[in-house]
């Protein structure tokens, strides 16, 4: 199974950009790779996904890398608000012709300073 | 509100009791997951269904846990003769496999329901 590596925790002040990276060496395949975050007291939300190129939405954006063995997720200008866990999603594991189940590791504690 | 809802959002039992959860998905949503998330860990996942077919389960669940979802809408997880170990917050999510491709598993969660076994 592909598997990820994320920082356990990270920090930003508020306003500033904050680049979360996370390592799939073991991808295979044409799945897209997600990610997801988890606020206080809240279920998971969806955040971003994308397959080869680039990729903006109104949360955020999604930079991943040429042999798509990493991909690095950016808040543009991090707000208190954004203090959560951040989850990349293994591809493979996420997308596939079952679009079944997704495999959370233990994520990115990301903390926003006033 | 058309997200995910969950009930209760609490329960607190007894050691040996059974426990039964609700979700309420996303209405037009086909599929449906259910999680488990303990203290410090990311979800775990434990079972999914399309319409009323539950079609995968994880070894997490035990003989002791039966999920349904009868008519494809809600469903139901249960939890019999409950033990310490069960204490953790469940949650619910939903997708669509209809539509865009890249809309696909877009998994839509609830807030949970939290489990504390006595």
Not at chain 1, 1 to 28: F, G, R, W, Y
Not at chain 1, 45 to 73: C, F, P, Q, W
Not at chain 2, 77 to 97: H, P
């Amino acid at each position: 199974d592909a598997k990820t590596t994320q920082p356990n925790s990270m920090e930003s002040n508020e306003e500033e950009p904050v680049h979360l990276p996370c390592n799939h060496s073991t991808i295979s395949g044409t799945d897209y790779i997600h990610w997801y975050r988890q606020l206080p007291s809240q279920g998971p939300e969806y955040v971003i996904h994308g397959l080869t190129s680039n990729v903006n939405n109104r949360m955020a954006s999604l930079a991943i890398a040429e042999d798509r063995k990493s991909s690095t997720l950016i808040l543009h200008r991090a707000t208190l608000r954004d203090a959560a866990v951040y989850y990349c999603i293994p591809p493979g594991l996420a997308g596939g012709t079952s679009y079944g189940k997704l495999t959370f590791g233990q994520g990115t504690i990301l903390t926003v300073h006033p | 509100d058309t997200g995910v809802s969950q009930d209760p959002r609490h329960k607190i039992t007894k050691r040996g009791q059974n426990v039964t959860f609700r979700c309420d998905p996303i209405s037009e949503h086909n599929r449906l997951y259910w999680y488990r998330q303990t203290l410090g860990q990311g979800p775990e996942f434990l079972t999914y269904f399309q319409n009323e077919a539950q079609l995968e389960k994880s070894r997490l669940l035990s003989d002791r846990f039966s999920a349904e979802r009868p008519k494809g809408s809600f469903s139901t997880l249960e939890i019999q003769r409950t033990e310490q170990g069960d204490s953790a917050m469940y949650l619910c999510a939903s997708s669509s496999t209809i539509g865009q491709t890249l809309a696909k598993n877009i998994q839509y969660f609830g807030a949970g329901t939290r489990l504390s076994v006595l």
